[in-house]
């Protein structure tokens, strides 16, 4: 079973930036699709960003796009979320996920990590 460890959360004020990790614990199938996700209190757990394992494809929320950067680092098998110009509204905590499916659909994602929390001071 695949485990995800996020880390890199914290408190910042709007117009900072943070960098999120996800660490999974074995090399991904060529297949994979990697995530992220959020949650806002008294919210639904949202699509932020996702890449494949393998290539080149992402896709973005509209939220925060031209903000927000995913990437992976493929000898270090990590994955990364840069966040900049971070927004009040960005406020949640943020889920690194893993997926066999190129979807943005949280419900086909079967391994989520333990989430790491993003706060945002206006």
């Known amino acids: 079973q695949v485990q995800l460890v996020e880390s890199g959360g914290g408190s910042v004020q709007a117009g900072g930036s943070l960098r999120l990790s996800c660490a999974p614990s074995?090399?991904?199938?060529?297949?994979?699709?990697y995530a992220w996700f959020r949650q806002a209190p008294g919210k639904e757990r949202e699509f932020v960003a996702l890449?494949?394992?393998?290539?080149?494809?992402?896709l973005y929320a509209d939220s925060v796009k031209g903000r927000f950067t995913i990437s992976r680092d493929n000898p270090k098998n990590i994955v990364y979320l840069q966040m900049n110009v971070l927004k009040a509204e960005d406020t949640a905590v943020y889920y690194c996920?893993?997926?066999?499916?190129?979807?943005?659909?949280?419900?086909?994602?079967?391994?989520w990590g333990q989430g790491t929390q993003v706060t945002v001071a206006s």
């Open positions: 996920a893993v997926a066999s499916q190129y979807t943005s659909d949280h419900s086909s994602y079967d391994i």
């Open positions: 890449i494949r394992a393998r290539g080149t494809s992402q």
């Open positions: 074995v090399r991904p199938f060529s297949s994979s699709v």
